[in-house]
């Protein structure tokens, strides 16, 4: 499906009803706007994916992420967002989900959808460190499965030292598979896929589980 496509098809402004929050803050999940966005702003997604990051990586030996110091391992962040800011706006199948409250950028999801309907493939994820285990990202992959009801499979791929992500994909609900990329090494990166209830009577070559 194309880019420019989606968009004329699909709502800009998707406010997500949500009672699933039991939270004695001043935060409100039913306050937040999930927006596709064509021209999603570089500056204020920069800092949501260098909050989300820096905070997950902090409590990772640096050996592990292969970096010799924390100036290094920023860089390296930095650099990662604007190749991922470029490789959208490159990509015509890479669609822009921001998550705003109240014209705060709070959080955003790229996914690709170039195998839509057999797979949505997620880019990337961050959800602001100070809005982190309020079941935000859970909305989000919640929203996507219901937005994209024809999709038979969601499919990512993370760090295995990235404890935060792996326990967030496993609680949703996605399962440890052999999916990955060219050149990824297996030790440090793990796939994984999540078949939406109504696709789980299907295997994932399309044939019928007769078992089920
Ligand atoms: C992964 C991420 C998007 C999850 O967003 P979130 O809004 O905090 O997720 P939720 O609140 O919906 O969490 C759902 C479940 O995931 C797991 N989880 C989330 N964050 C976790 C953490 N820091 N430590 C352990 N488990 C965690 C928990 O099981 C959690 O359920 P619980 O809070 O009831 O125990 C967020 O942690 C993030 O931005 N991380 C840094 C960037 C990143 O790693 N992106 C993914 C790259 S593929």
């Not at 994916?49 to 930095?78: P, R, V």
């Not at 669609?95 to 309907?117: D, E, Q, V």
């Not at 499919?155 to 404890?163: E, F, G, L, P």
Request: aromatic share 16%; with cysteine.
């Amino acid at each position: 499906m194309h880019k420019n496509l989606f968009l004329a098809f699909s709502s800009f402004f998707i406010t997500i009803s949500n009672t699933i929050l039991g939270t004695n803050d001043t935060f409100n999940i039913e306050n937040l706007q999930f927006v596709w966005e064509k021209t999603p702003n570089f500056y204020k997604s920069k800092k949501v994916f260098l909050d989300a990051f820096t905070k997950c990586y902090d409590t990772i030996d640096l050996k592990k992420l292969k970096k010799s110091s924390k100036e290094e391992l920023y860089l390296w962040l930095d650099e990662t967002f604007n190749n991922t800011f470029e490789d959208y706006q490159n990509n015509e199948e890479q669609l822009w989900l921001t998550i705003k409250l109240a014209n705060h950028n709070i959080g955003f999801l790229i996914i690709n959808i170039s195998k839509y309907p057999d797979e949505i493939y997620l880019e990337q994820f961050a959800v602001n460190p100070k809005f982190q285990r309020k079941q935000i990202g859970t909305s989000i992959i919640d929203s996507l499965v219901e937005q994209f009801p024809e999709c038979k499979k969601l499919a990512v791929v993370t760090r295995w030292v990235n404890y935060q992500s792996v326990n967030f994909y496993k609680k949703y609900g996605f399962v440890e598979s052999s999916y990955t990329h060219p050149g990824l090494d297996p030790k440090l990166y793990g796939g994984f896929e999540f078949i939406p209830k109504k696709h789980q009577d299907y295997f994932h070559d399309g044939s019928m589980n007769k078992e089920s």
